[in-house]
């Protein structure tokens, strides 16, 4: 069962492009993280976001949580070819003893 | 801080083997520690959930007779592929928490298995 929707799945800009990907549930977590993975690597946490309404700021990089906690996004300003990588999204329930569920992941390509 | 290392990083093993993964935290006891399996250009499944001294809980499909995860102490588990086939081929991949942040994982480099 896929809890997370992510979107785009796949997502070829230029350098200096912004872009956005999505993340969505019909459930409510108690965190969101956003990870970047590269090929052959595990994926290295960008940010978590605990509050509803939550904006935290890396860089260029800028990571809303929904007020219901059960959607967030990651906008990228000025995109550029080092943020190549595939990002993934990944929620926590309590419940579940804070296993995380991830998103499929939107696959980054910023050409130069 | 957070650091979680695999051992090993790639390995090739016949088919009918059985290989053995470490996943270690180096510098935080883990109280929690769960297993994923990515394939190719697709997200992480996760395999299991182990804590410290207790079974581990497996997710709906995975098989625990083949994969055995042992959680023996606060810094170390292992995963037992056993009686590997071909279609075990993948990225294994384990994450840790601590006692202190239980929403937060931290991830191994992950060890690519290829079975012959």
């Known amino acids: 069962t896929q809890l997370l929707e992510q979107s785009p799945q796949f997502l070829s800009i230029q350098e200096g492009e912004n872009l956005t990907v999505y993340c969505n549930s019909s459930?409510?977590?108690?965190?969101l993280q956003w990870y970047r993975q590269e090929p052959g690597e595990g994926p290295v946490l960008l940010v978590t976001v605990v509050t509803g309404g939550e904006v935290k700021k890396l860089k260029r990089l800028t990571f809303q949580f929904g007020d219901a906690r059960k959607d967030s996004s990651l906008h990228i300003t000025a995109a550029q070819p080092g943020d190549t990588g595939l990002y993934l999204c990944a929620g926590a329930r309590r419940n579940s003893g804070y296993a995380l569920n991830f998103g499929k992941g939107t696959s980054l390509l910023v050409t130069p | 801080g957070a650091v979680v290392s695999q051992h090993p990083s790639r390995v090739i093993c016949k088919s009918g083997t059985s290989v053995k993964i470490e996943c270690r935290s180096l510098d935080f006891q883990a109280t929690t520690m769960f297993w994923y399996r990515q394939f190719p250009k697709k997200s992480l499944m996760l395999m299991a959930t182990?804590?410290?001294?207790?079974?581990?809980?497996?997710e709906q499909g995975v098989e625990k007779d083949k994969f055995l995860i042992n959680h023996a102490s606060l810094t170390l588990s292992t995963l037992t592929v056993t009686s590997a086939h071909p279609e075990d081929s993948s990225f294994y991949i384990c994450s840790a928490t601590g006692p202190l942040s239980t929403d937060t994982q931290y991830f191994g480099p992950g060890t690519r298995l290829t079975v012959l």
């Open positions: 459930s409510v977590f108690s965190s």
């Open positions: 182990s804590n410290e001294g207790s079974k581990a809980t497996y």
